[in-house]
């Protein structure tokens, strides 16, 4: 079953996705295309592993250590199928991230991987969008990299019951597929990610994890739409926009454009693969 939460007659409604319908409690339809989507879950928290496919542990020519690693983003960089993904003023290198997200069900603490499923609501596609200009400045911690608003649309339904495994997950720009992996390349699986947080964080209904992204994370530009696909979960689309005010100058670091920051906004070793800085 897929459930959305949505704004029906300008109230928060969940709703039941039948074919191309959204069906509230009461009856009441609303053509899936038409709807105005909200995130399909309220976490408390989102906690994201850094790096998790095969493909992409490649394009950075590194190596996975034994166990995953965590970033973590604000519930205020919350968005939603449909919504618009702004990039600040005086910002350049705004990436995609196509995932999957995982939602808990019910607390979850100090639980083992083959039981992490039973604690589950569901998956829903996200897109961790990262605003590396400020890769420089945030100490690994990748707070405003990964948690500026407007930078986590989840969506557009939670879907339950759904089998991770060889499942295939597009990223397009502007209709044209930019990412193509399978959940097969992950190193650490979806029920492991669960139980290894749950060992010191309890998790509550709602919270999310993003589970990784493959090769193929690039910056795009005001105007592009995005749109994530993953088999079974539906397509999840987002437009970005400029931002309306310019990053302030006169307190904190300022956007930067280090070797760094454009070696990851563009993949691995962008000068050695010949690989075109974005376009202004």
């Known amino acids: 079953m897929e459930t959305r939460r949505i704004l029906l007659d300008g109230t928060v409604t969940p709703v039941v996705r039948e074919g191309d319908q959204l069906v509230a409690g009461d009856g009441r339809r609303v053509p899936a295309a038409e709807a105005v989507?909200?995130?399909?879950?309220?976490?408390?928290?989102i906690l994201c592993v850094h790096l998790n496919h095969a493909s992409r542990v490649e394009?950075?020519?590194?190596t996975l250590g034994p166990a995953p690693t965590y970033f973590h983003k604000p519930v205020s960089a919350l968005n939603a199928h449909g919504g618009a993904v702004v990039r600040p003023d005086r910002c350049r290198y705004l990436n995609y991230e196509g995932e999957i997200?995982?939602?808990?069900g019910r607390t979850c603490r100090n639980v083992a991987p083959d039981e992490a499923g039973a604690y589950l609501a569901g998956y829903t596609i996200a897109n961790d969008f990262g605003l590396h200009d400020f890769r420089d400045t945030d100490a690994g911690s990748m707070l405003r990299v990964k948690g500026s608003d407007t930078l986590c649309p989840l969506g557009p339904g939670l879907v339950d019951g759904w089998d991770f495994r060889a499942k295939r997950i597009r990223t397009l720009v502007n209709g044209e597929v930019a990412q193509d992996g399978s959940t097969d390349e992950m190193v650490f699986d979806m029920h492991y990610l669960v139980a290894d947080l749950a060992r010191t964080i309890t998790l509550v209904p709602g919270d999310v994890i993003l589970s990784g992204t493959p090769a193929g994370s690039r910056p795009v530009q005001p105007g592009d739409v995005v749109s994530v696909e993953v088999e079974g979960l539906g397509t999840l689309t987002n437009r970005i926009v400029a931002g309306p005010e310019p990053v302030r100058e006169d307190v904190g670091a300022q956007p930067s454009e280090s070797e760094e920051v454009v070696s990851t906004a563009l993949g691995g070793d962008w000068e050695l693969r010949g690989i075109r800085r974005p376009r202004r």
């Open 59 to 62: 394009e950075f020519m590194t």
């Open 37 to 45: 989507h909200l995130p399909p879950c309220q976490p408390t928290k």
């Open 101 to 104: 997200a995982i939602v808990i």
